[in-house]
C-alpha cells in the first residue's frame, strides 16, 4: 500500500478505537458529578414592575454543578443549581444602577434514552421542581423565594469512559413578590433559560 493511503487509513484506524474507548453505557448505580459554566437570560425584556417602573433584570454568566443517580438504565434523579448569579436591573428602560443575586436549585427526575446502550454520545431530559433563593437586594427591598416546575435537556459526549463534556440548557418558572416593609410594591417575572457547558465525571 502506498505511504499517501497508508497515512488516512492509520488514522481512521485510531480514531475508530479511540471512539470505541470512549464509549460508555451510563447503568443503574451510576454516580455522576457535573460542573461547568452557563449563561442564563431571563425571558424576555419586560420582567414585571418595581415601584410602578418597568423592570428588565440583565443576563449573568456564573458557575453550575450537579450530582445524579441512577435507578435504572435510563431513569435518575439529579440536584443542580448553580452559584449566585448576579443580575442587573433597568427601570423603565434606564441602567438603574441597582442588582440582586439569584441562586437556583432544581430537583430533577432526569431520563437517558440511551441508557444501557454503549454509545460515545448520550443525551438526556430531566424534569423537576426549581427554589430559587433571591439575596443582595437593594436597601428596603425584599424579593421573595420562589419554588417553581423547570426542564432541561442535555448531551453528554465521552473523552473516557468516566469523563465526558457536558452541554445543557434548561428553562425555570420563576415569579417573585418584590415586597418593602411587609407590604407588595411589585413582582418579578424572570423565567430564566440557562445555557451552559463543563464535564461529567461518572463513578
Do not use: W
Not at 22 to 46: F, N, Q
Not at 170 to 197: F, L
Amino acid at each position: 500500500m502506498r505511504t499517501t493511503r497508508l497515512i488516512p487509513a492509520i488514522a481512521l484506524a485510531a480514531g475508530c478505537s479511540f471512539a470505541s474507548q470512549a464509549a460508555l453505557a451510563y447503568g443503574a448505580g451510576d454516580i455522576v458529578v457535573r460542573g461547568g459554566i452557563a449563561k442564563t437570560e431571563p425571558e424576555g425584556s419586560d420582567n414585571g414592575n418595581l415601584g410602578g417602573s418597568k423592570l428588565t433584570i440583565e443576563g449573568e454568566r456564573g458557575f453550575t454543578y450537579g450530582f445524579g443517580y441512577l435507578f435504572t438504565d435510563r431513569l435518575g434523579v439529579e440536584l443542580n443549581g448553580s452559584e449566585a448569579f448576579e443580575h442587573g436591573l433597568t427601570l423603565d428602560g434606564a441602567s438603574s444602577g441597582l442588582s440582586v443575586e439569584r441562586m437556583p436549585v432544581n430537583l430533577m427526575a432526569n431520563y437517558y434514552p440511551l441508557g444501557g446502550l454503549d454509545s460515545p454520545v448520550q443525551p438526556y431530559a430531566g424534569v423537576g421542581v426549581n427554589y430559587t433563593r433571591f439575596s443582595g437586594e437593594p436597601s428596603g427591598v425584599d424579593v421573595e423565594s420562589t419554588y417553581g416546575a423547570v426542564g432541561q435537556l442535555g448531551v453528554d459526549l465521552a473523552v473516557t469512559r468516566n469523563l465526558m463534556l457536558n452541554g445543557f440548557a434548561n428553562y425555570a418558572d420563576v415569579s417573585a413578590d418584590i415586597e418593602s416593609r411587609g407590604a407588595q410594591i411589585g413582582e418579578a417575572e424572570v423565567d430564566p433559560v440557562t445555557v451552559g457547558g463543563g464535564v461529567t465525571y461518572r463513578f
